[in-house]
């Protein structure tokens, strides 16, 4: 089974700040990578997913992901942050073909205006 | 068309007692998920449905807890003789195709039970 592991628990920052949110997984094998956003009083949404091709993927609302490999890591990006970004971030790992999501335990996110 | 809904949204019961959670898919969809969200963990995977039949219940933690979808639809989760660490948020997802990843799982609000 796969295991998920999300760096931070909480980050906090300004407006216009970068966000960089860790992700590393461990299995071998082929997976699937998501990230999903869940913001105050809403539901889980999925942000971008990654199943093959190029590993810069593109998400909604200017988020992006790298997949690297030969780091088992699928990091989460964002450029300039807005205060609209504050909410709960998780990534996820499915093994090739599988459905069954694994999920990391989320790092909140925290914008100030 | 309307999203994912569940029920009830909160939930405090007693040791001990029977719980019942229920899901609304979004209308069409053949497969549903559920999960659980323990306090400072990420989702753990509990049932999935394929139409009505669960073929894979392994993330089921006991006995205590079992599952059934009917006429394709609505899937209710049942949780017996409630202990306390069976508090969590119940999410349930659905998506188009059943058993396939490549189809977006679209998550509801989750039922927040709380045992004391």
């Given amino acids: ?113 | 068309g309307a999203g994912v809904s569940q029920s009830p949204s909160n939930k405090v019961t007693e040791k001990g007692k029977d719980v019942e959670l229920r899901c609304d898919p979004i209308s069409g969809h053949t497969a549903l998920y559920w999960y659980r969200q323990s306090l400072g963990q990420g989702l753990e995977f509990l049932i999935y449905f394929q139409g009505n039949s669960a073929p894979d219940k392994s993330g089921l933690p006991s006995d205590r807890f079992s599952a059934e979808r009917t006429g394709g639809s609505v899937s209710t989760l049942t949780i017996q003789r409630t202990q306390q660490e069976d508090s969590a948020v119940y999410l349930c997802a659905s998506s188009s195709r059943a058993g396939s990843i490549k189809d977006e799982q679209f998550f509801g609000p989750g039922t927040r039970l709380t045992v004391l």
């Fill in chain 1, 1 to 113: 089974a796969q295991s998920v592991s999300q760096h931070n628990h909480h980050v906090i920052l300004s407006e216009a700040a970068s966000l960089e949110l860790g992700c590393n997984y461990s299995y071998g094998g082929t997976v699937n990578l998501f990230w999903y956003v869940q913001y105050p009083g809403q539901h889980l949404q999925l942000l971008l997913k990654y199943f093959s091709g190029d590993p810069l993927v593109k998400g909604i609302k200017g988020f992006e992901a790298e997949f690297i490999k030969s780091k088992f890591s699928f990091n989460l990006r964002k450029p300039s942050v807005q205060w609209s970004d504050t909410a709960e971030y998780f990534c996820a790992v499915t093994s090739f073909n599988d459905y069954k999501l694994s999920f990391g335990a989320g790092t909140t996110v925290t914008v100030r205006a």
